[in-house]
């Protein structure tokens, strides 16, 4: 397992951008975004593969919100633009320390590492 630290999240109208980075504290194999909205479970916002870069979205942000990465620092971004009161949740950042054979991105279960949360609020 590794340590993460998540940060930028904030208050911002809707329309408006954010951009939130998780550090980690190690070499990961794979890292993504969850949210989970008050009374609502977690989902799945988007996933990045370490070292092919490939990327995966949900379909309620995909071509609204970029996934990227920091080689030299550990570090992975989540880009959020045209942003939609929907988008308003506690945004968790997860992290796979081990190999990716039967990798499923989008499932909670596939990361071994996660962090504190930070929130993000769109008011309309």
């Known amino acids: 397992q590794v340590q993460l630290r998540e940060s930028g999240g904030g208050l911002v109208q809707a329309g408006g951008s954010l951009r939130l980075s998780c550090a980690a504290s190690?070499?990961?194999?794979?890292m993504g975004w969850f949210r989970q909205a008050p009374g609502q479970e977690r989902e799945f916002v988007a996933s990045i593969r370490w070292s092919e870069g490939w990327t995966d979205y949900s379909d309620s942000v995909k071509g609204r919100f970029t996934i990227s990465r920091d080689n030299a620092d550990n570090t992975v971004y989540l880009q959020m633009n045209t942003l939609e009161p929907e988008d308003t949740a506690a945004y968790y950042c997860a992290a796979r320390t081990y190999g990716l054979i039967f990798y499923n991105p989008r499932a909670q279960v596939a990361y071994d590492s996660w962090g504190q949360g930070t929130q993000v609020t769109v008011s309309s």
């Open positions: 190690g070499r990961t194999y794979a």
